[in-house]
């Protein structure tokens, strides 16, 4: 595991790398860029070779360590980690950080480095800190802007505008940027299969997380939260993609989670009516509001004409002998075509 292996990304592995080199480490730093292109990759990577630093037999039992979950010095956090099982399976949205639980995190920081030579700290998706409600603990920015001995802290975003100014102050920014298309194919090895996978790769616009959105999940089950992201990504490229190819992608649905992501379509479409009638508030996604924005934007017609084609789809639901995904695909293209208004 080397910053070697982090591809299309020169630039920001150009900048670590001078980093480990001159082991002048910046006391706290941002990677910021699109999902999937290799932020969290890079952050781990740089925090493993700055535990060893070139030392070959440290590099080993770090490794060692790193693989089976117990590195002492190297830690990663997600917003996930801020919940129970129990609590991410009723989340109907993704989840947020907990200011609670970043307190709670950085106590590993009042331990002395015992292992190698440095520590990282990894804070995953920080533009999903509640700003708005919450304020980012005092005891967190002074770490960040006077620093931990032997520790760096990295934080991981896909909108740096998101951060406020005076957290972004305290931070040196590393960008990453999107990837071409067929850099992502040949990271995606094991769909490589998939009879639309090299159009998920165009469509996935330079992102892995992206590209996968369309691909089948490796579980074979799609959580609510990604039921929503994938209604959502469906709808926004249903009129931005030639000949509605992206309808393919719903062959990759599951059969199980076919009439589950039917009620989550239902309940996005039913805001976009709502975002397209100029309400802003009281959505049930009301947290995607810029998505829902762009998505109305896309559809050229008036979107209370789709309404027939998901009320078709609910009225076959329950008919015999006739599969799910398929009358979904059906539905789509006939709200694509419903939606789109007839030259004049």
Sequence with gaps: MTLDDILGQSHATRFLRGVLTSQRFPKAMVFHGPPGVGKGLAARTFGFEATHLGDLDLQEQSRLMLDAGDHPELNFY?????????????????????????????????????????RTVVFEDFEKVPFG?????????????????????????????????TLQARLTAVRFSRLTPTLVSSLLPSYGSEEHFELACR????????????????????????LRKRALTLLRLLHTTPGGRVLQFLSALPDQDAVKFFVVLKSVYTDLLLVESGIASGLSNEDCYEDLITIVENFEGTLAK??????????????PGIRFT??????????????????S
């Excluded at 980012?136 to 740096?160: H, M, W």
């Excluded at 469509?203 to 990604?226: C, I, N, Q």
């Excluded at 009358?327 to 208004?341: W, Y």
């Design 78 to 118: 997600t917003p996930s980690d801020c919940y129970t099982e129990a609590e991410l399976a009723k989340r109907k949205s993704e989840p947020t950080w907990k200011v609670g639980k970043i307190r709670e995190f950085l106590k590993v920081l009042d331990e002395p480095v015992v292992f190698g030579a440095r």
């Design 133 to 165: 409600q919450a304020s980012i603990p005092d005891a967190f920015l002074k770490i960040l802007e006077d620093g931990v001995d032997n520790t760096t802290v990295i934080l991981t975003t896909q909108d740096l505008d998101k951060l406020p100014g």
């Design 203 to 226: 469509l996935g616009r330079g992102s892995v997380d992206e590209t996968l959105d369309f691909l089948k999940p490796a579980d074979g089950s799609l959580s609510g939260h990604d």
């Design 306 to 319: 789709g309404l027939i084609s998901l009320r078709t789809l609910f009225d076959r639901m329950d008919r």
């Design 326 to 343: 398929h009358q979904l695909k059906a539905a789509m293209l006939d709200l694509k075509i419903r939606t789109t208004p007839r030259p």
